[in-house]
């Protein structure tokens, strides 16, 4: 056993079975999670949703995919051949690349980094690249406006997004996700981040589902306006890319959010019941959660106007979060930084 | 593990500086926009490679997540007729080697007379080496002022780009969002008896 772990070939092999240990669980959650949205929405609007493939419904998902992988992939005519063929990948990817970074646990994770928040960041915003490179190779006006929405929203939601991040960086002194969450540990919900932090808690949540392009904010696809936004002329594995790659983003979204402010692995009350509960089925609590709240919002709110959205972008959350930076600071200097820390 | 890194800044320099040829030789202005991306990220590479994961992910986060996103907006907005970009190419080559050669030659000059190698080599990194702690540290204590003033000339700069680019369009239709939020009722509805007399 012990050669086995000083082997020079074993650390890439170790990295390969944890990245399969993370994507397979992932990508069956993101199957699952487009049936808990018809669902949920379903429930909602007093329908049933899917319920004819498997028990109630709960074969839909692999259907869906069986469907999406025998359809046919189109190119249009006066499409940019390479890019629009890239451009689903280049969506994917960076989807998945942001997993390398999250914690399940103390020292459960990937790749558990110093800078691990800064890479999240950094990776996170890659994402739009596949949209824009999308919009453009079809060579169409509807895929090219969604994709022209797509990019100035992403900007404007990643300044608040990343002034959101600061203030956790300001209480936990550390990039490094796992300790972030090490420095919430205490007496229970009331030691986590969203209180100290609650208007980063929020404004963070709601860039995080601006940035997935989810309803409300869903202006880059607008169904009613531009047809389908920049995947229209997408069909089979294409499009299935796109929504894999949202939807593992709404699940990314969630769990980051758990971890930075929702105290990630702890139980929310340090008494005896609630500490038998493994972190790890905390953690997934938290997070599946918070992606109920993507679809009560979807199913809650219209669309927002396009100017509107910007106007909350740059107008509200960029001064809420600089407001609320220069509250913690202030409020670091004083005797609350023995509570705060 | 040496020679892993050796190997690896070699492949992330050769694709580097194909790359940096491949945006300036590049035919299609959005190839070259995206070739640059590859090149950011063969630098942000480099920065890993020498244990420097700051500067690395802020290179990524700034120019390739939020920089050349405006870019490529901004180049696949124009309508670029690319024969017509090609016309002058021959008329153009003479000035522009031109410049190049003196830009060369000033450099070999600056590195000539003090050259970079006088930086000692830094010894062997610590494994629980904070690359950000130390660079915030320096920064807002050691370099505090140059750091202060660099930030004030981009204030500026941001002021003035936004300055030159402001007008005023009394006819364009936008609407005051305070005053909207603080209407209350009886500013917008007015209840009407219509019954009419009783008969």
């Given at each position: 056993m012990h050669?086995l772990?000083?082997?020079?070939?074993?650390?890439?092999?170790w990295a390969?079975?944890?990245?399969i240990?993370?994507l397979v669980?992932?990508l069956?959650?993101v199957?699952y999670?487009t049936?808990a949205e018809?669902?949920?929405?379903?429930?909602i609007q007093?329908r049933i949703?899917?319920?004819?493939?498997g028990?109630?419904?709960?074969l839909?998902?692999?259907?869906d995919a069986?469907?999406l992988l025998?359809?046919?992939v189109?190119?249009?005519a006066?499409?940019n051949?390479?890019?629009f063929?890239a451009?689903?990948?280049?969506?994917?990817?960076?989807?998945m690349?942001v997993?390398?970074?999250?914690p399940?646990g103390?020292d459960?994770?990937?790749?558990n980094?110093?800078a691990?928040?800064?890479y999240?960041?950094?990776?996170a915003?890659?994402g739009?690249y596949?949209?824009?490179?999308?919009?453009w190779a079809?060579n169409?006006?509807y895929?090219?406006?969604?994709?022209?929405r797509a990019a100035a929203?992403?900007?404007?939601?990643?300044i608040?997004?990343?002034f959101?991040?600061?203030g956790v960086?300001?209480?936990?002194?550390?990039l490094n996700l796992s300790?972030?969450v090490?420095?919430q540990?205490g007496?229970?919900?009331?030691s986590?981040?969203?209180?100290?932090?609650?208007?980063f808690?929020?404004?963070?949540?709601?860039?995080g589902v601006a940035?997935?392009n989810?309803?409300p904010?869903?202006v880059?696809?607008?169904e009613s306006?531009?047809v389908?936004?920049?995947?229209?002329?997408?069909?089979?594995?294409?499009?299935?890319l796109?929504f894999l790659?949202?939807?593992?983003?709404?699940?990314f979204?969630?769990i980051?959010?758990t971890v930075?402010f929702?105290?990630?692995?702890?139980?929310?009350?340090?008494i005896a019941p609630?500490t038998?509960?493994p972190?790890?089925?905390?953690?997934?609590?938290?997070t599946a959660?918070?992606?109920?709240?993507?679809?009560w919002?979807?199913a809650?709110?219209?669309r927002?106007?396009y100017d509107q959205i910007m106007r909350l972008?740059?107008?509200?959350?960029i001064?809420?979060t600089?407001a609320?930076i220069v509250v913690?600071?202030?409020a670091?200097?004083?005797?609350l930084?023995?509570?705060l820390? | 593990m040496l020679?892993?890194?050796?190997?690896?800044f070699?492949?992330?320099?050769?694709?580097?500086l194909?790359s940096?040829?491949l945006?300036?030789t590049?035919?299609?202005?959005v190839?070259s926009?995206?070739y640059?991306v590859?090149?950011?990220f063969?630098?942000?590479?480099?920065f890993?490679l020498?244990g420097?994961e700051?500067?690395g992910?802020?290179l990524?986060l700034?120019y390739v997540g939020?920089?050349?996103?405006?870019f490529?907006?901004?180049?696949m907005?124009l309508d670029i007729n690319?024969t017509r970009?090609?016309?002058?190419?021959?008329?153009?080559?003479p000035l522009?080697l031109?410049?190049?050669?003196v830009?060369?030659?000033?450099?070999?000059?600056v590195?000539?007379v003090?050259?970079?190698?006088r930086?000692?080599?830094?010894g062997?990194?610590?494994?629980d080496?904070?690359?950000t702690?130390?660079?915030g540290?320096?920064?807002?204590?050691h370099?505090?002022?140059?750091f202060?003033?660099?930030?004030v000339?981009?204030l500026v700069?941001?002021?003035a780009?936004?300055?030159?680019t402001l007008?005023r369009?009394?006819?364009?239709?936008s609407?005051?969002?305070?005053?909207?939020?603080?209407?209350?009722?009886k500013?917008r509805?007015?209840?009407?008896?219509?019954?009419g007399p009783?008969?």
């Amino acid at each position: 056993m012990h050669e086995l772990l000083t082997a020079p070939w074993w650390p890439p092999v170790w990295a390969l079975i944890k990245i399969i240990f993370v994507l397979v669980p992932l990508l069956l959650g993101v199957a699952y999670l487009t049936l808990a949205e018809r669902k949920v929405i379903g429930y909602i609007q007093i329908r049933i949703g899917p319920n004819r493939v498997g028990f109630r419904g709960v074969l839909q998902p692999i259907a869906d995919a069986l469907k999406l992988l025998f359809k046919e992939v189109l190119i249009p005519a006066n499409a940019n051949r390479f890019l629009f063929l890239a451009a689903p990948v280049l969506a994917f990817v960076p989807a998945m690349l942001v997993w390398a970074a999250v914690p399940f646990g103390p020292d459960v994770a990937i790749s558990n980094m110093n800078a691990g928040l800064l890479y999240v960041l950094a990776i996170a915003g890659l994402g739009v690249y596949g949209i824009i490179i999308a919009g453009w190779a079809s060579n169409s006006k509807y895929a090219f406006l969604g994709a022209m929405r797509a990019a100035a929203q992403l900007v404007a939601y990643e300044i608040a997004m990343g002034f959101a991040l600061v203030g956790v960086l300001m209480l936990a002194q550390t990039l490094n996700l796992s300790k972030i969450v090490e420095a919430q540990a205490g007496s229970g919900f009331w030691s986590w981040y969203w209180l100290p932090l609650f208007p980063f808690f929020l404004v963070y949540f709601i860039s995080g589902v601006a940035e997935t392009n989810r309803a409300p904010f869903d202006v880059a696809e607008g169904e009613s306006e531009i047809v389908a936004g920049f995947h229209v002329e997408y069909s089979g594995m294409g499009f299935a890319l796109f929504f894999l790659a949202e939807y593992a983003n709404m699940i990314f979204v969630s769990i980051l959010t758990t971890v930075l402010f929702l105290g990630g692995w702890y139980p929310p009350f340090q008494i005896a019941p609630f500490t038998w509960v493994p972190g790890l089925v905390w953690l997934l609590l938290k997070t599946a959660f918070l992606l109920y709240v993507f679809l009560w919002i979807r199913a809650t709110f219209p669309r927002y106007r396009y100017d509107q959205i910007m106007r909350l972008g740059w107008k509200v959350f960029i001064p809420i979060t600089i407001a609320w930076i220069v509250v913690v600071g202030v409020a670091l200097e004083t005797p609350l930084r023995a509570v705060l820390r | 593990m040496l020679l892993t890194t050796t190997l690896l800044f070699y492949v992330f320099s050769a694709v580097l500086l194909l790359s940096a040829l491949l945006v300036i030789t590049a035919r299609n202005p959005v190839y070259s926009a995206l070739y640059l991306v590859l090149a950011f990220f063969n630098a942000a590479a480099l920065f890993l490679l020498l244990g420097a994961e700051f500067l690395g992910l802020i290179l990524i986060l700034v120019y390739v997540g939020a920089v050349m996103v405006l870019f490529l907006f901004v180049v696949m907005m124009l309508d670029i007729n690319l024969t017509r970009l090609k016309e002058g190419f021959l008329r153009y080559l003479p000035l522009g080697l031109a410049v190049a050669i003196v830009g060369v030659l000033e450099m070999v000059s600056v590195f000539w007379v003090a050259p970079l190698g006088r930086v000692p080599a830094p010894g062997p990194i610590p494994a629980d080496a904070d690359n950000t702690r130390a660079l915030g540290q320096l920064l807002y204590t050691h370099y505090l002022y140059p750091f202060e003033i660099a930030a004030v000339i981009l204030l500026v700069a941001i002021i003035a780009a936004i300055a030159l680019t402001l007008r005023r369009r009394p006819d364009t239709k936008s609407q005051a969002v305070g005053r909207q939020v603080a209407v209350a009722v009886k500013d917008r509805l007015r209840m009407v008896d219509l019954r009419g007399p009783r008969q």
